[in-house]
């Protein structure tokens, strides 16, 4: 496991040298935690080499300020674990964010061997989130990322942040009881990733929450969601819940049963803060977008991906979300309909901040979101064709 450089070099290929000691003599009477917060910023390797520079160094480069928050990368070149000076420094780790790419052993291997090791250290872990890159081996199931992840949640009791969603695989029953049973501090829980299955249960989801009474920010598929777990919400004794990710995206969402607009209305009295995140793949129909697209939810931050009708679903958001409407997202093969249905948005809702419209619009699509929309900071509105990625203009 390593770090890459941003020229694509093994940050391990080449040791760099300790600086001389007339180099290092200023510096090193620096305080330590001075040293720390110049340490914090530098990539692993750099960490590394000043842990082995002198005494007062190693000491800040292995404190806990250095490591509280920690991204690593796993390359895929390096068959071992990380140098052993970073196994000491576990300890300090409150929030890792791993990234690894899973189609490459190696680097598969490592992540799993950090959160094994992690696992063993983990009562001071507040936060995980793990991101995958690259591509997904066909038929793997990531049973020793899963495994090793159920490791970190048995023994992380005190752990407020688990984010899967960049985790390509099907997540299911046992690691949300899991993270039910040993998590109870839980304040975030996101499972909305992008597996072609959803397995998690809304009975499971159920106890999640009866277990986890702080949790504030929950992601799902729609169909791990029932109007048990928006009515256990909606409790007086909950504390304040702000936002609920649902990705519609399997078979199981499309056959998900309507959760009642009352309960909906409820639970948004209950929490007048809480915000809707909904994100709508083409593997829906159209009806089961109809379903979906609830007046009394709270959206705001709606993702179109449909392969169906997307001119409905927007003056939908129009007529029914301009309220708490904040971000819109549509990927959409270009209309004059869906052009009089985007002005139409940007007339009603003020609030909007974000715009990102991934295909040619018409000038005055432009205009009319530039017109109305005062809190608009970023909007993706192309007027031409132009060579992908699109990049988001951004409003000063």
Not at 51 to 77: G, L, M, P, Q, Y
Not at 134 to 143: H, Q, R
Not at 317 to 342: F, I, K, M, N
Request: proline share 8%; with cysteine; glycine share 2%.
């Amino acid at each position: 496991m390593q770090e890459v450089s941003s020229c694509g070099h093994s940050c391990w290929e080449q040791q760099t040298p300790p600086p001389s000691h007339s180099m290092v003599e200023p510096v090193a009477k620096l305080p330590e935690e001075v040293l720390a917060l110049i340490f914090r910023d530098l990539p692993l390797r750099d960490r590394a080499v000043a842990a082995r520079v002198c005494k007062v160094w190693a000491a800040a480069a292995t404190s806990s300020a250095v490591w509280h928050n920690t991204s690593i990368s796993c390359d895929c070149e390096l068959e071992d674990l990380l140098p052993p000076y970073l196994s000491a420094c576990l300890d300090h780790v409150h929030n890792l964010r791993l990234e690894y790419e899973p189609s490459k052993k190696p680097s598969r291997r490592a992540a799993t061997e950090l959160l094994i090791a992690l696992a063993d250290r983990a009562p001071g872990l507040r936060g995980l989130r793990l991101e995958c890159r690259g591509e997904k081996p066909l038929f793997d199931a990531g049973s020793d990322i899963l495994s090793a992840v159920h490791a970190v949640c048995g023994t992380a009791h005190q752990l407020h942040h688990l984010d899967l969603r960049r985790l390509p695989y099907t997540l299911d029953d046992s690691l949300v009881l899991q993270a039910a049973r040993d998590c109870p501090e839980l304040r975030s829980l996101f499972l909305d990733n992008h597996a072609l299955v959803d397995n998690v249960q809304p009975s499971s989801v159920l106890k999640l929450l009866e277990a986890c009474p702080h949790l504030r920010a929950l992601g799902l598929h729609l169909a791990s969601l029932s109007r048990a777990a928006l009515e256990l919400l909606a409790a007086p004794h909950r504390a304040p819940f702000a936002l609920l990710a649902l990705r519609c995206a399997c078979p199981e969402d499309a056959r998900a049963p309507l959760l009642p607009d009352e309960a909906w209305a409820t639970l948004s009295c209950r929490h007048p803060g809480l915000e809707v995140e909904l994100e709508l793949e083409p593997a829906l129909p159209d009806e089961a977008v109809t379903r979906i697209l609830q007046p009394a939810v709270p959206v705001a931050v709606l993702r179109l991906n449909l392969s169906g009708d997307t001119v409905g679903p927007v003056l939908f958001a129009a007529r029914h979300y301009a309220e708490t409407l904040r971000v819109l997202e549509v990927r959409a093969s270009a209309s004059t309909e869906l052009h009089t249905a985007l002005e139409e948005l940007a007339a009603r809702c003020a609030g909007l901040r974000e715009i990102h419209c991934f295909c040619v619009v018409r000038p005055s699509v432009l205009d009319a979101f530039r017109a109305h929309c005062p809190r608009l900071r970023s909007y993706t509105l192309k007027l031409k064709r132009e060579p992908h990625p699109w990049r988001p203009t951004l409003v000063r």
